[in-house]
């Protein structure tokens, strides 16, 4: 693979790094405290004390409440870092939201984590009362089931909790995107803009939602600044997406993910020691919360570089579609100079941070990829 290093200047390079950096750092940091914080409420008094308020419930509020409370604790051990992040948004000129802005959209993102995280772990604490000895397979598929529902209804009950959208207004744009999309087998009623203006700067673009819910999204401004022919790059991008069904390839393998984690849980809680360590009696105890989601933190770690391997796998098919699709590798270039700029993508990120988190191609990457594309490409007629 190509290195497109010319497509970009060393002082653009050099400032991207040094937006970064310290992003890298407070991300390690991130999933450091991820894995700390239940593994002190899982296996210290510190867990006793978050369970005691909620200890005297029937189990199922007493699940859902506890779950609630360990999602609070990680979001507060996480809010220094977080203020940072946005802080360090705001200096880079980034973020558009006051303080209070940023705050109410952290406070919806807790709610949220609240609720989803309340009702995953109480379903699971309801397989074994339920089931008993046959949890497992109950939990799988309770939790695969999840899956797939939020994939369905995500886009329509979980993203307009922090964006609104709006059909693209532009009529002329509309029904071109609406061709291209017919041209690429995956026809949308739906093109969207979301406000993301209210909250940053940065330019994006993605498709989400499931049948009946897909949609494809642009950003207003992304809208504001691209050309209409940058624009048909970027929705022929997402339309792969879709022709390629990438989102119900994400959706199996949370799925077959959900299924590991499963095994994993029941192998380890059918370990006596580990059982008295926690002081639970099984997986149907409201006190097994922690364990659950430090298990569910420490499975995430392996699956990191796997899952960012296929999203750059994804992000290149993606981007070879759409070269095919528009035929013009003009905009291309174009569009991802721009995307690269607008968001200060980092261009030369380090080895190791780029094989375990990084989902997209570097932009000096794609902008080769294009070109090698351009020089095999017959020439039009
Ligand atoms: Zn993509």
Not at 150 to 164: T, Y
């Amino acid at each position: 693979m190509g290195f497109a290093g010319d497509a970009f200047t060393s002082e653009e390079v050099e400032r991207a790094r040094r937006y970064h950096r310290p992003l890298y750092a407070a991300s390690i940091a991130g999933v450091l405290i991820g894995l700390v914080v239940p593994a002190l409420l899982a296996f210290t008094e510190l867990g006793d004390a978050v369970y005691r308020p909620v200890s005297g419930l029937r189990w199922v509020p007493s699940t859902a409440a506890f779950s609630a409370l360990v999602v609070m604790v990680g979001a507060l051990a996480t809010l220094p870092l977080s203020f940072w992040r946005y802080r360090h948004d705001r200096r880079y000129g980034f973020s558009t939201q006051e303080t209070r802005g940023w705050l109410g959209d952290a406070a919806k993102a807790l709610a949220v984590g609240c609720v989803l995280t309340a009702a995953a772990v109480t379903g699971l604490v309801a397989c074994e009362r339920v089931f008993s000895s046959w949890w497992p397979l109950a939990a799988w598929a309770g939790g695969g089931l999840l899956v797939l529902v939020l994939g369905l209804i995500s886009p329509v009950v979980l993203e307009p909790i922090f964006n609104r959208f709006r059909p693209l207004t532009d009529e002329k744009l509309a029904g071109e995107l609406r061709a291209l999309s017919a041209r690429a087998g995956v026809p949308v009623r739906d093109v969207l803009v979301a406000d993301a203006s209210r909250r940053t700067r940065k330019h994006n673009a993605y498709v989400s939602g499931l049948g009946r819910t897909r949609r494809v999204v642009l950003w207003d401004t992304l809208l504001e600044e691209a050309s209409s022919r940058e624009i048909h790059l970027v929705a022929a991008h997402e339309l792969a997406h879709r022709r390629f069904r990438h989102v119900a390839w994400w959706t199996a393998l949370g799925i077959a993910g959900t299924a590991a984690f499963v095994v994993v849980l029941w192998a380890a809680l059918a370990w006596d020691g580990l059982r008295a360590s926690l002081d639970v009696a099984g997986v149907g105890d409201p006190r097994v919360v922690p364990f659950v989601l430090l298990l569910g933190a420490v499975l995430e770690l392996p699956a990191l570089p796997l899952e960012a391997a296929l999203s750059r796998r994804f992000e290149r098919a993606a981007d070879r579609y759409s070269l095919e699709l528009t035929g013009d590798h003009e905009a291309y270039e174009e569009i991802h100079r721009r995307l690269a700029t607008a968001n200060l993508a980092d261009l030369d990120p380090p080895h190791a941070y780029y094989v375990t988190f990084h989902g997209h191609p570097t932009p000096p990457e794609r902008i080769a990829a294009g070109r090698a594309w351009a020089r095999r490409a017959p020439e039009p007629s």
